[in-house]
């Protein structure tokens, strides 16, 4: 998965798969609303394109999707950040769902360790409800100062998420 990201300053969220199954492409804006020393506090707005062949065909999932969302990281000390977030998935013909998630990151040189976990909740008239909960501990490298590479497993922690996904993301911020 690839994310363009245009933003005031790098925002942390988390990458689970339980946000947007198959997600291919990620196209996002946010601006900060708080920016303190050790606070930030974003709106984000994000059209997601999804490839529904890369996994199991669910009501509830689309192909492209658009995502507002809130985010908000604390520094604890010396880059030992702890973010959240949550976000609304809205795609022409399915109902809306709703993704939130949190999580720690520990730098350690150019690579920074973290460990999160989200789930996202969508109401299914007619269908079958989606609760997928995941937990993901994983490695970002960050390349240069606006790219970065994420390398994660997301774990499924309820019985309607997957056993366990694997992703890589790279994320390039303007």
């Given amino acids: 998965m690839v994310q363009a990201q245009i933003s005031d300053g790098h ?6 798969v339980a946000q947007a199954p198959g997600r291919v492409f990620d196209a996002g804006a946010q601006y900060r609303f708080v920016d303190s020393d050790r606070l930030t506090v974003a709106g984000r707005f994000d059209v997601v394109l999804a490839d529904t062949s890369a996994f ?9 999707s658009i995502q507002p969302g809130l985010l ?8 030992l950040d702890f973010y959240t977030g949550t976000s609304l998935r809205m795609a022409d013909g399915v109902e809306p769902a709703l993704s939130l998630g949190f999580g720690i990151l520990a730098p350690v040189g150019k690579v920074k360790f973290f ?9 299914i008239e007619g269908g079958k409800d989606v609760f997928e909960s ?10 240069r100062d606006k790219i970065d590479i994420n390398v994660a497993p997301s774990i499924g922690l ?3 998420s997957y056993d366990w996904r694997f992703a890589v993301t790279m994320g390039v911020h303007f």
């Fill in 134 to 143: 995941y937990l993901t501990p994983g490695i970002q490298f960050v390349l």
């Fill in 72 to 79: 908000a990281n604390y520094d604890i000390c010396d880059g």
């Fill in 11 to 16: 925002q942390y969220e988390t990458i689970s």
């Fill in 115 to 123: 460990l999160e976990t989200d789930a996202v909740v969508q109401k």
């Fill in 158 to 160: 309820s019985s309607t």
């Fill in 56 to 64: 199991e065909p669910v009501t509830g999932s689309s192909k492209v």
